[in-house]
T-cell receptor
Framework: ETAVFQTPNYHVTQVGNEVSFNCKQT?????MYWYKQDSKKLLKIMFS???????VNETVPRRFSPQSSDKAHLNLRIKSVEPEDSAVYLC?????????????FGAGTRLSVL | KTQVEQSPQSLVVRQGENCVLQ??????????LRWFKQDTGKGLVSLTV?????DKTSNGRYSATLDKDAKHSTLHITATLLDDTATYIC?????????????FGAGTQLIVIP
């Protein structure tokens, strides 16, 4: 049963535009994440949020910024997209800080930058 | 440098056959290892997590092993079904908290044919 909801499913845009992806989890989890999945299926963590506080911030371009209004929501904003940003962006949540907790993933948002 | 290597890259089996997926890693420390299933266009679903130095888990038709000395894990799928067609991703966590890193493999694409 889906409990991590991402919108939109797909987004096509041009270089230099701003985009925003939404993620909501209904599991009552304290920790949420954004991952980027490249064409080779490799996932790389971008951000982790625990109770609205950024706790892990991987070295990602500054045009990326996470935005959270409460612990159930973690959005991803890209200020000025580049061609290399084309990928699938996966949102996930977990119960807490223990990474042995199961990660629950959304279906992903596929971004295509023309 | 890729720290989690999965093999084979892709695999085709007939419905009802068994299959084995391999995961070798160089992540240190290796706190835990998790196998995920990713259906096409969907998010990741956790199948099992392995924690101990030499661990075994079973979840229905899925069973997995971990040998931390060899830094090697296997995922066995018995009596495959058409719905098992997906990408299976091995993930190694280097700590027991979200402050640690999750290292993702590129996945094994399994195709089950009638």
């Amino acid at each position: 049963e889906t409990a991590v909801f991402q919108t939109p499913n797909y987004h096509v845009t041009q270089v230099g535009n701003e985009v925003s992806f939404n993620c909501k989890q209904t599991l009552g989890h304290d920790t949420m994440y954004w991952y980027k999945q490249d064409s080779k299926k490799l996932l790389k963590i971008m951000f982790s949020y625990n109770n609205k506080q950024l706790i892990v911030n991987e070295t990602v371009p500054r045009r990326f910024s996470p935005q959270s209004s409460d612990k159930a929501h973690l959005n991803l904003r890209i200020k000025s997209v580049e061609p290399e940003d084309s990928a699938v962006y996966l949102c996930a949540s977990s119960l807490g800080l223990d990474s042995q907790n199961t990660l629950y993933f959304g279906a992903g948002t596929r971004l295509s930058v023309l | 440098k890729t720290q989690v290597e999965q093999s084979p890259q892709s695999l085709v089996v007939r419905q009802g056959e068994n299959c084995v997926l391999q995961c070798n890693y160089s992540v240190t420390p290796d706190n835990h290892l998790r196998w995920f299933k990713q259906d096409t266009g969907k998010g990741l679903v956790s199948l099992t997590v392995l924690v101990d130095q030499k661990d075994k888990t079973s979840n229905g038709r899925y069973s997995a092993t971990l040998d931390k000395d060899a830094k090697h894990s296997t995922l066995h799928i018995t009596a495959t079904l058409l719905d098992d067609t997906a990408t299976y991703i091995c993930v190694v966590g280097d700590r027991g908290s979200a402050l640690g890193r999750l290292h993702f493999g590129a996945g094994t694409q399994l195709i089950v044919i009638p």
